[in-house]
């Protein structure tokens, strides 16, 4: 797979896509992931990328040539362009495992007060927020869509990275994942659960399917039931 990050600032993605899951995945070949900086694409020597919005207002717009002309220098036929942005869908983990199956993702990041809107329609396929607050930039945003795409893509995590009984999984019937505990048994007054120590596999998960349960109604009962509208709610 492809991802193409296109942002104002190239350094801050380029940084984080170096490191862990999916810096590994680009070394091994799995991802290319290539972060184009939106400067390049303006119209004077300035490097412009904004201005003052039409009607007045505080903040500056993305200028949509500058966007258009960037998202279509790397698009190719058919791959999604997401613009990053608090209007967005809320990301999900379905979204995720979603856009995992694309051979080419393209994501573009915000900043100032946003983007001029003729750049939605026409470039845009998609809208992603993380989630319902304002960040500064659409850098954040792409780079944890990134990692959880690229999470999902087969052959990316080792053995020790075990996204099966993740929260939200399958592998946890869409669920928060349980509690887990590792050395020592002991620690501060606290043990752990008998059974985890117990050696018996099926009672072990069992426990785990307890464990997540629990943990979801807790805290999460919207997963349980109820909003059969909300991708992911049990139906
Ligand atoms: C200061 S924000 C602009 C917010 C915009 N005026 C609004 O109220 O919807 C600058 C950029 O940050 C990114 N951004 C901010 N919050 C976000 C969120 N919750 N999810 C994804 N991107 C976000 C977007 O790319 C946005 O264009």
């Known amino acids: 797979m492809r991802i193409d990050i296109l942002t104002l600032f190239p350094e801050m993605c380029r940084v984080a896509l170096s490191t862990g899951v999916v810096g590994r995945a680009i070394e091994v070949g799995l991802v290319e992931a290539v972060v184009s900086d939106l400067r390049h694409f303006s ?8 201005d003052a919005p039409y009607g007045g207002g505080a903040g500056m717009i993305l200028q949509a040539p500058v966007v258009v002309q960037a998202v279509e220098s790397v698009r ?42 003729r750049i939605r329609e ?13 960040l500064s930039g659409g850098e954040l945003a792409a780079l944890a869509v990134t990692d959880a795409v690229v999470r999902r ?13 993740d929260s939200f999984s399958h592998g946890r019937a869409g669920l928060l994942d349980a509690a887990w505990y590792t ?4 620690y501060r007054g606290l043990g752990v659960p008998e059974v985890l120590l117990s050696g018996d596999h099926a009672a072990i998960e069992r426990w785990r399917e307890q464990s ?13 039931d109820g909003d059969k509208d909300r991708p992911g709610g049990r139906r």
Do not use: N, W
């Open 183 to 186: 050395r020592p048994p002991e």
């Open 76 to 117: 190719r036929p058919g791959a999604p362009v997401i613009l990053l942005s608090p209007a967005g869908r809320p990301f999900r983990q379905e979204i995720a495992e979603e856009l995992s199956g694309h051979d080419q993702l393209v994501l573009v990041c915000g900043r100032y007060k946003g983007f001029d809107e």
């Open 153 to 165: 893509i087969p052959g990316t995590l080792g053995s020790m990275d075990s996204a099966d009984s």
């Open 212 to 224: 997540s349960l629990a943990r979801t109604k807790a805290r999460r009962p919207d997963l349980l």
């Open 122 to 134: 026409l470039v845009v396929s998609d809208e992603i927020s993380l989630g319902d607050f304002v």
């Open 43 to 50: 119209g004077d020597r300035h490097g412009t990328v904004d």
